[in-house]
């Protein structure tokens, strides 16, 4: 698994950090911060959520 | 196009009940997931109910927020006044929208909102005492659901409890349908007056409070003037107020109306946050928006949006769409509903759902913790939304066996 996040896209929503808050965290201010581009494959539902639920289209997952 | 409009169907279309959208968006979602519809003043605009089609076009850069442009749809004509006259990142596209958001986003990240649970606990629990202490029946609407938000607000914006009253008064104003655009300006100029003042007086005496926290981060720098932080904080103040208040009263209705699925949610607190996000997707308090406008030519689910024509993307329709949801129209409380789009999607998703979410959690854990036999007072036929910008309870009377 090969995470991105496009910060520029980025608005602040949170749902990345509560769709997978061991993958994605907020810096301060409130926007989305990467804790681990390649998380281990049990994490991998949740990181698909979190790139579902992102409303600015930011997160890129690649298997 | 003009000619043709009168036989199109009228929007804002009736809800059968309370909790469940007209009949007429399931015919919209079978056909493509968009139809023409015809607004009040005569004009029309394409409707959408399908859920891919409501979040391809909330996320479609063709698509603009910008309530100025003169093609923008609104439900009636204070609606029109109301969102035509507050300039807010609610109402930009990018890039600009972007800076100004941005300006916000920190105060609203996760971590920093759950910090205020117990804060919000202690409003729930003291509001819950009260009404415990008075002889049944209560109207949940004011002793509960309206108090929560308000309360909160108070705390969190650094703003008087007495102040509450009269935000809520005009606010009110502001989001009944049948107000006057002449009325719905003259509400929206005082709470400007009532957010400017706050600003000075925070100025001069700083607390520990988001409001003192903007002021001494922005003001005076060349991200934001004063007149768009003015703009912000009336919107911090009106934004999380009926919505997360509505969803509150309908929230518990919805499951009194649902004993069996209230008795597990009892047995078992976990069930909780999934419970809110069902209840999110169920009910889906913005029954009539988000609105937006074409600026280009978009081609989506067999129709074709021209530049100029106005979109209204009814997520309470997208929220009970089969193709997402399996068996929509059914509340369970166990499934699968986070990708609901009840606080919108795109770069304009609601800044504050995260305490959205800690105050209906909250509100829910303990209601039925500590009223067990909380149950309707009146025929569950009997209750009525009134002419609202959200879906808004008219009356929630409860009662309860009192503990001897």
Same mark, same amino acid.
């Given at each position: 698994m090969k995470i991105t996040v496009e910060i520029d896209r980025c608005?602040?929503?949170g749902q990345c950090v509560m769709a997978a808050p061991d993958v994605f965290d907020q810096d301060d201010d409130g926007l989305a911060v990467l804790l681990d581009p390649d998380p281990p494959a049990g994490l991998a539902d949740d990181v698909q959520l979190a790139a579902r639920l992102c409303p600015a289209r930011a997160i890129v997952v690649e298997a | 196009m003009t000619q043709t409009s009168e036989a199109l169907p009228a929007f804002p279309m009736t809800r059968p009940t309370p909790f469940d959208p007209p009949e007429g968006y399931a015919a919209v979602r079978d056909a493509g997931g968009l139809a023409r519809v015809r607004l009040w003043d005569g004009r029309t605009a394409w409707l959408v109910t399908g859920y891919d089609e409501v979040r391809s076009l909330l996320s479609d850069p063709r698509i603009s927020a910008d309530r100025g442009h003169p093609g923008f749809p609104f439900p009636t004509a204070g609606r029109e006044a109301l969102e035509r006259s507050g300039r807010t990142f609610v109402t930009m596209d990018p890039p600009e929208h972007g800076r100004l958001r941005r300006v916000f986003t920190k105060y609203f990240a996760i971590k920093r909102i759950e910090a205020l649970r117990p804060m919000v606990q202690r409003i729930v629990d003291e509001l819950v005492d009260d009404i415990m202490a008075t002889p049944p029946p209560v109207d949940l609407v004011p002793a509960l659901a309206l108090e929560v938000p308000a309360r909160t607000i108070c705390r969190v914006l650094g703003?008087? =409890?007495?102040?509450r009253h009269r935000f809520q008064a005009l606010d009110h104003r502001r989001n009944t349908l049948t107000t006057s655009p002449e009325d719905v300006l003259r509400a929206t100029e005082e709470m400007l007056a009532y957010a400017d003042a706050l600003i000075t007086r925070k100025q001069r005496e700083p607390a520990d409070d988001l409001v003192s926290e903007l002021v001494a981060d922005q003001?005076?720098?060349?991200?934001?003037s004063r007149e768009e932080l003015v703009a912000a904080v009336r919107l911090l103040i009106t934004a999380g107020h009926e919505t997360t208040a509505n969803m509150i009263a309908m929230s518990i209705a919805t499951l009194l109306r649902h004993p069996e699925q209230l008795r597990e949610l009892r047995a078992d607190p976990s069930l909780v946050p999934n419970a809110v996000e069902e209840l999110l997707r169920y009910i889906s308090i913005f029954h009539i928006s988000p609105t937006r406008v074409a600026t280009e030519r978009i081609e989506i689910g067999g129709h074709v949006i021209e530049a100029g024509d106005g979109v209204i993307t009814a997520v309470a329709g997208a929220n009970r769409d089969d193709a997402a =949801?399996?068996?929509?129209a059914r509340f369970d409380l166990h499934r699968e509903a986070r990708h609901h789009v009840a606080f919108g999607y795109g770069v304009h998703q609601c800044l504050g759902q995260p305490l959205a979410r800690v105050e209906l959690q909250t509100v829910i854990e303990t209601i039925f913790r500590r009223i067990p036999s909380l149950r309707l007072a009146t025929d569950p036929e009997s209750l009525s939304v009134k002419e609202y910008a959200f879906l808004s309870l008219t009356a929630l009377p409860v009662t309860w066996e009192e503990q001897s």
């Open positions: 608005v602040g929503g | 703003m008087p =409890f007495e102040d003001l005076g720098g060349d991200t934001v =949801f399996a068996d929509a």
